[in-house]
């Protein structure tokens, strides 16, 4: 009679099943490469809105930042999934490499002086290297775990869990921030009153820790495909060339200073036609196509903070002091309170509340 019981063991070892679990797991890593991602994207949103709120002058940034939808958030979140999802290990092993060693000479070069402005820029620039450098250090973490699939499970419902906070956030702090803040109602919007100048310092903390993971994970990932020393030389070779070459390139685009979009689309060209290059020579076929895709990636996250990368082109709007004295009122009038405008500054004492 036939028998069902041999089913489950020989049902795993087809490869069609493994495709597909690879390709669930790559989806999981996507997803939580995406919702870093958002994270990222809505605490930096929260900083650069509480920032143009206690400044009346701004009054045309805040309502840009107000006017931004939720569906097209949602619509970026599932393209950048998408787009995490596509690219290949290698590439975005690549990216991620390519980007810290950016990132370094950058913050290596900057003048106190510029300082806070190249710092947020970089944190705008990092979204996409960023993904991947999640996707990398969860590849390198859950290598041959048995259960690897539900861990990415429960990593994924962490990372949902977070986003939906850090979301939930930059609404209310969108929406309700202005006449909190004023009427000292939400202790919410007072703590941002007080320490959202605080807020790049934690993300560049949690950024830091983010790509030390990911390059090693990239660094392992690269060299698995390598048999011996010879061959791992022949790569590593053109690449920190090629490396180099874009690290000159981009400190002289920091020498002209050039924040507008179209520079900050050029640059993203000539970064992926330099790896383009030299995947020609040492690269595979598929990762030229991860490649394109990492491209349109690039853009795809440029394109979602368009208007966080106007901003910092506003060249005092880190560290700005502004803060309205009321006047004194006559000695013998009942003293009222007064509304007082504070603009946060990057000097300002972390202890002080305003208002209190």
Not at 18 to 38: K, N, P, R, T
Not at 100 to 128: C, D, F, P, W
Not at 318 to 334: E, I
């Amino acid at each position: 009679m036939f028998s069902l019981l041999p089913l489950p063991s020989w049902l795993p070892g087809l490869p069609s099943l493994e495709w597909g679990s690879s390709l669930l797991d790559g989806l999981l890593q996507g997803l939580i490469g995406a919702f870093g991602v958002s994270v990222l994207n809505n605490l930096l949103k929260v900083y650069f809105f509480v920032g143009c709120a206690n400044d009346p002058k701004r009054q045309m940034e805040t309502e840009r930042l107000q006017a931004q939808w939720a569906l097209l958030e949602t619509v970026h979140l599932v393209g950048l999934a998408l787009f995490l999802t596509i690219v290949g290990p290698r590439v975005a092993a690549l990216v991620v490499l390519e980007f810290s060693l950016r990132a370094v000479s950058m913050l290596l070069s900057l003048h106190k002086s510029s300082r806070g402005l190249e710092t947020l820029q970089l944190y705008l620039l990092s979204q996409y290297a960023l993904g991947c450098a999640l996707g990398c250090g969860l590849s390198f973490l859950q290598e041959g775990a048995p259960h690897r699939t539900l861990s990415l499970l429960l990593s994924l419902g962490l990372a949902a869990l977070i986003h939906s906070a850090a979301r939930r956030l930059c609404h209310h702090v969108c929406r309700l921030y202005e006449l909190h803040s004023s009427q000292h109602y939400c202790g919410v919007c007072l703590g941002l009153l007080a320490g959202a100048h605080r807020l790049p310092g934690l993300l560049g903390r949690a950024l830091a820790m983010a790509f030390t993971v990911g390059n090693l994970a990239a660094v392992s990932l690269i060299n698995q495909d390598f048999l011996s020393t010879s061959e791992a030389v022949r790569f590593w070779t053109p690449l920190t060339i090629c490396y180099m070459l874009l690290v000159i390139y981009m400190q002289e685009e920091q020498r002209q200073q050039r924040l507008s979009m179209q520079s900050q689309v050029q640059t993203v060209l000539v970064r992926m036609g330099g790896l383009f290059v030299l995947l020609l020579t040492v690269g595979r076929w598929l990762d030229l196509l991860s490649l394109f895709v990492s491209l349109l990636g690039e853009l795809w996250c440029l394109a979602g903070v368009r208007t966080l990368l106007d901003l910092c082109q506003i060249q005092d709007f880190p560290c700005q002091p502004a803060v309205s004295v009321p006047s004194q009122p006559p000695s013998s009038a009942p003293t009222k309170p007064q509304k007082t405008t504070f603009l946060l500054h990057c000097r300002e004492d972390p202890g002080s509340v305003p208002g209190s």
